[in-house]
């Protein structure tokens, strides 16, 4: 994995290895913690970070992903929402990127939708008005 040279090569205590991906928001890089933990780090753009809503944003974002937990999230392991450039890092997750799993498998099959409630249902008003 090439980093380019723009690439930082540390963000926070991360060493980067190289560039994951990017798109209007930043930049994601594989890094490693100093213990060598291997993370995706998060890290928004200049034009981004100069403006306060953003920053605002940037910060409960971090702060929701921190209590989010589950088998299909990556747990926040750091983040600095103040810095010049405001990053968080979770764990790293390998696998392969969208456009390479849609080359080898195909799009995922278009998900059914739930089947909706009968007309009659529809048209039915509580017995009771709502206090």
Do not use: N
């Not at 998060?42 to 920053?55: D, G, I, S, T």
């Not at 944003?57 to 702060?63: L, Q």
């Not at 088998?71 to 764990?91: F, G, I, M, Q, R």
């Not at 080898?104 to 017995?127: E, H, I, K, N, Q």
């Amino acid at each position: 994995m090439r980093t380019p040279v723009s690439d930082p090569m540390k963000i926070g205590p991360y060493k980067i290895v190289g560039r994951l991906g990017s798109g209007g928001m930043g930049w994601v890089y594989l890094g490693r913690s100093p213990a060598g933990r291997e993370v995706a780090v998060k890290v928004a753009r200049h034009e981004l970070a100069a403006e306060p809503e953003f920053r605002e944003r940037f910060a409960r974002e971090v702060a929701a992903a921190r209590v989010v937990s589950g088998a299909y999230t990556a747990a926040v392991v750091d983040a600095d929402p103040t810095a010049e450039l405001p990053w968080l890092a979770t764990l790293y997750v390998p696998g392969p990127s969208l456009a390479e799993a849609v080359r080898a498998d195909g799009p995922s099959p278009r998900p059914r939708s739930a089947p909706s409630a009968p007309a009659s249902s529809r048209r039915c008003r509580p017995s009771t008005p709502p206090t």
